[in-house]
């Protein structure tokens, strides 16, 4: 599948909640099935600071693709990270560089990405577009980095 | 007492509404108040009928204007009980008050060494500007530490006080654990030591009688956005001997008497602090917002909220798991908690998507935080418009929620 059919398949399972809470219900579902972090991957290097919760991300590259892993102390950016990961881990970093990653948006979460809400997922997203770009500019050049 | 809690709700259109699908339940009062018509229409009035500068020209428009806004000033003064009205400043809010006082007062009475008292629970408005201009002057922040009830520790305050002590900084009431501060003691204590007391009064003012002749504070700031005001509007009361040994803040229009290339002598009090066009709409409104309190009562308003905090306060204790930050016996209608296994984020988002508003996060007060060792809490505040049926379903939404979330 693509990253766009990812997208389109969580917004397609999301679809099928019209009140708040229960799409929120369903996030938390994710966000409690998300395989949590080895204790010695939330560390500082890790961590994305944000204002509410703290949110971790590791990136390691395995031949072609980058994998994605992570975590938050708030259960419901868990969910958002489970979602993220599902869509962007496992990906080569020019898929990742050439999508969009509309589906928060699509599901109506977008209040979790803005600047000012700064739950650490707008940084997430940034972080995970920056390892991308870096992966992207070390193949070219035949380098590795330490994620 | 008869509080016609229907009447008060009527001028709040705004709260007749939906979020999520549920009907708005707004617990964020300390945050910001909701603005009732009178204010509303106060703003309009002046925008359709007769908006000029103020105290510039000698027109109608501009001199019905200067007219409203220099009641407003009066409104404040009998508000607060303030000997002169020239005691008042105009702000554009509590943080403007107190950086004006810090760099203002800073400037002339700071010295390399001198030290400011501020207390371990301040609004890190309440904190930053102070240590900003101790950083200039080469001053120091000296901390009044809190107890684990959430109240300050007030005992220790003769000896931190010392020779080189210039200002103690400290809020009226705490935002986080609305703990009503002993002010009036520790302005006595303060002042037979020669000290000056600024008091931080944004979450007072609202809630409960403040005189600041009788509390004989030194500096006393608040916000009119958390008095059922316009947002950009903020007061300084300043005794006259300080505000007249004080430099100018900024400098600009207004402010001035007499301008030259080489020299400006600058304006009496308060325009010697009022630089610039000021926001003469929010002024001018404040007054409706004011006449609401001051015809309301504001015990009448203490005692309603009062009651609300031990309703909230009794059901929340019950709740297994949870627990209240900031016991005070003297407390205004503020509760913050956490319950356990919890993170407060995820208590706040769902309880929004249950049209619950509530604040999390670490309400700007980090010392706080740190101090009870947690990221943060959930914060309900309440103000002169909420109910105990808002309450019951605050109470059964948190239940529902932190079931979810378990």
Known sequence: ??????????????????????????????????KPLDPKDKNDQHLIKGCQSRVWLVAEKENAVIHFRGESDAVIVKGLVALLLRVVSGRTPKEIMDNDLHFIDDLGLKQHLSPTRANGLLAMVKQIRLYAVAYDRLEKQGGTING | MKYDIQKMRSYFPVLKQEVYGRPLIYFDNAASTQKPVQVLMAQERLQNDYYGNIHRAAHYMADKATGDFETARDEVKNFINAENREEIIFTKGTTESINLVAASFGEQFLTPGSEIIVSEMEHHSNLVPWQINALRKGAKIVKLPISESGELQTGLLPELISSKTKLIAVAHVSNVLGTVNPVAQIIETAHKRDVPVFVDGAQAVPHIQVDVQSLDADFYAFSAHKMYGSNGVGVLYGKRKWLEQMPPYQGGGEMISEVSFEKTTFSEIPYKFEAGTPNITGVIAFSEAIKLLRETGIDNIAAWEQELLRYATEQLKAIDGLRIYGEAPHKSGVISFNI????????????DKAGVAVRTGHHCADPLMNFYNIPGTVRASFALYNTKEEIDNFIKALKKVAQMLA
């Not at chain 1, 997208?7 to 994710?30: G, H, P, R, T």
């Open chain 1, 1 to 34: 599948m693509t990253i766009e059919e990812v997208q389109q398949e969580i917004i397609e399972e999301f679809s099928v909640y019209q009140d708040w809470m229960d799409k929120y219900a369903y996030l938390i579902e994710l966000g409690n099935e998300l």
């Open chain 2, 340 to 351: 356990a296994g919890i993170h407060p984020f995820d208590l706040g988002t769902m309880l």
